[in-house]
């Protein structure tokens, strides 16, 4: 049974912090590229960052210098952590597992950056 739990969204004020994690099992985690969207209210889901199973990374350029992704093959979890947050980086969150034939989905979790 394949699982993402994403933790660690929660209310922030501009500029703060928060980590995103990601745990993951029932698939090969060391052989997937994992992502992290966003969403928000009639928006399309938003790819914010990528690493991929060579280490690679990429990023939107709107979370560039501010968010670095980063995953831990022994306990198959990847994070996000997020600098500098801005009331813009409101969304909800969620985890990807992209492989060569399968995708998987978390729940996603809420980030809301407000003072």
């Known amino acids: 049974q394949v699982q993402l739990v994403e933790s660690g969204g929660g209310l922030v004020q501009p500029g703060g912090s928060l980590r995103l994690s990601c745990a993951c099992s029932?698939?090969?985690?060391?052989?997937?590229?994992m992502n992290w969207y966003r969403q928000t209210p009639g928006k399309e889901r938003e790819l914010v960052a990528t690493i991929t199973s060579s280490w690679s990374t990429n990023y939107a350029d709107s979370v560039k210098a501010r968010f670095t992704i980063s995953r831990d093959n022994t306990k198959s979890t990847v994070s996000l952590q997020m600098n500098s947050l801005e009331p813009e980086d409101t969304a909800v969150y969620f985890c990807?597992?992209?492989?060569?034939?399968?995708?998987?989905w978390g729940q996603g979790t809420q980030v809301t950056v407000s003072s």
């Open positions: 029932g698939f090969i985690f060391r052989t997937y590229a």
């Open positions: 990807n597992a992209k492989g060569a034939y399968y995708t998987y």
